[in-house]
């Protein structure tokens, strides 16, 4: 069940989420020029990567901020950028471009810390956008429920575009992120699970502010619990249904 697009895209230009994109996709590409052997990967990830071990003896805070900007492979960092395009410009134009950037790092840097808690004297090296995206994802769950977002499902030879509520999309991802990460404490895992969920919350709690002075209920009222600009037209894929 993967995310394509949702329908209602944002006013304004998103200026603030088009450069994270940007930003993400340059240092990777940095990485991926200037990293050529094992060697040389160990020491970029030691050096900009968060290690939880590091980080419990007082050393480089720095990659806490430093982590979110990388990734860890092409699909790794696709994945992110479209969760972000998605999700990231309605909550840019309600936000504001700046402290939709300061929300957004500080869903990063908290998300990290989640992980960090669950295995402070871990040696693994923790990288990617994925939570402080899914800060962004709590906080469009929080602003806009019933926001419609088209899904993709493949499923062995069916697949097929749907449209979705958010809440169910986002409720079914959230949900997903709690039971990996239970399996994954108790077989061990390369995937920051409690970040994705711990950022989720961050970024559920972190928007409560806003959704107050929006009116809080009266604002779903108003909207009905969908971003507050037009809905956009999408035309039928002309790509025909292939029956078995």
């Not at 006013?11 to 052997?37: D, G, H, K, S």
Request: glycine share 10%.
């Amino acid at each position: 069940m993967l995310p394509i697009r949702d329908h209602n895209p944002s006013e304004r230009v998103p200026y603030v989420t088009l450069a994270l994109i940007a930003i993400n996709v340059l240092v990777f590409l940095w990485e991926l020029t200037f990293v050529q052997n094992d060697r040389a990967l160990a020491q970029f990830y030691f050096d900009y990567a968060m290690i939880p071990a590091r980080l419990s003896e007082g050393e480089n805070y720095a990659a806490l901020i430093t982590s979110i900007f990388m990734h860890g492979g092409i699909m790794h960092l696709a994945g992110n950028m479209l969760f972000l395009w998605i999700f990231g410009d309605n909550m840019e134009d309600e936000m504001g471009h700046i402290p939709f950037l300061l929300f957004y790092l500080a869903c990063g840097v908290l998300a990290s810390l989640a992980q960090f808690v669950t295995d402070p004297m871990s040696l693994i090296p923790m990288v990617g956008a994925s939570g402080a995206i899914a800060g962004v994802m709590g906080g469009y769950l929080l602003l806009f429920p019933k926001a419609r977002v088209d899904i993709f499902i493949f499923f062995i030879v069916f697949f097929r575009i749907f449209p979705i509520p958010a809440w169910i999309m986002l409720g079914l991802w959230f949900g997903l992120q709690l039971f990996n990460g239970v399996s994954a404490d108790l077989s061990g895992g390369g995937v920051a699970y409690w970040a994705h969920a711990g950022g989720f919350i961050i970024g559920f709690v972190g928007t409560l502010p806003l959704w107050l002075r929006r009116g809080a209920m009266r604002f779903w009222t108003q909207t009905d619990g969908h971003p507050p600009h037009p809905e956009a037209t999408y035309k039928r894929s002309s790509i025909p249904i292939v029956r078995r």
